[in-house]
């Protein structure tokens, strides 16, 4: 009898304790009951989730966030329950643009559900991966695109010849040179992934750069039915490679047109944040899906039937070159690429 009265004093002083502990641990921990209904949450976790607690308590996971339903999330959750074995497995928040690391525990009530921030082990991982295998090409680049280019100088000048002499061929010719100067151009563009250091750079202002590409950008949208907004925020002068951020304004800002049907819209977007200038590009595509979203800055990696899969490389090398990062946020609603650089002047 003795006992029991302990016991049963003592139990609200140890959930009083363990919640409190819940509280203090800085990975998001929240608990559901067997129809997933929130049955507590820490404060790591409401944040995550971007709601009250009180908004959260009671409610269905599945119903506060519907589009989690066809996600890793509620299959790995849904088989944790069924099988009675605990799940570990990586997440990536499309709403906070994080990567978690996930464990979940399950009882005989539900399940204990531990969300850990791992974006920044994620982002070491993937700028290491990114630069390695830039530099390993970089290494081999040079020189192979000698050994390419000699020989195709030789052939376009052979062909320039007969040209000449044949007119009745004029067509056949044009064609060969045609190709052979897009294969030059490849190797020039792939040469542009060797070498650290940007050649020269001078104080030069984002916006006029978009200004001087935006007939160009604003050529290519009217020409497949798309839409360009330019939003150019207050921003200070930097020292850029002008023809470097060209470049990469251009390959940034075709990449998010191809990504979109007719009638979407790109923004353009410059402002400053702290000690950062960012220039953005936000598309209505319908996003990069989790399974590619590592590879899309490895060369030569391509989702279309005409790209070469050097854009994204090539502005990875020139933002690295200029001490600055990419940060990518994507949706089933569309892509954002955000260009940081640190004010340097
Ligand atoms: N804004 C975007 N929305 C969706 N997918 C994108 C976007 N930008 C890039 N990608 C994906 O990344 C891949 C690589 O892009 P990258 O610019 O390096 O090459 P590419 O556009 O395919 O060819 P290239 O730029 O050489 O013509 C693309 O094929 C596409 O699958
Ligand atoms: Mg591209």
Known sequence: MKKQITEKESLPISTLSSSLILERIIDAFFALDENFRFIYLNDQAGRIFMRSKEELMNKSIWTVYPDSTNTIIYEELHKSLQNKEPVHFEHHGCRTGKWYEVKAYPSESGLSVFFIDITEKKLIEKELFKLEALNIIGEISASISHEIRNPLTTIKGFLQLLQGREPKNNEYYRIMIDEINRANSIITEFLSLAGTKTASVSSTNINSIIDLMSPLIEADALSTDKEIEFLKGDIPNLLLNEHEIRQLILNLALNGLEAMPAGGKLTIQTFSEENEII??????????????????????FTTKDKGTGLGLAVCYKIVDRHKGRIETITCSTGTTFLVRFKNNH
């Not at 595509?285 to 590592?294: A, Q, Y």
């Open 279 to 300: 220039l953005s590009f936000k598309d209505q595509g319908t996003g990069i899906s989790p399974e590619i979203l590592d590879r899309i800055w490895v060369p030569f």
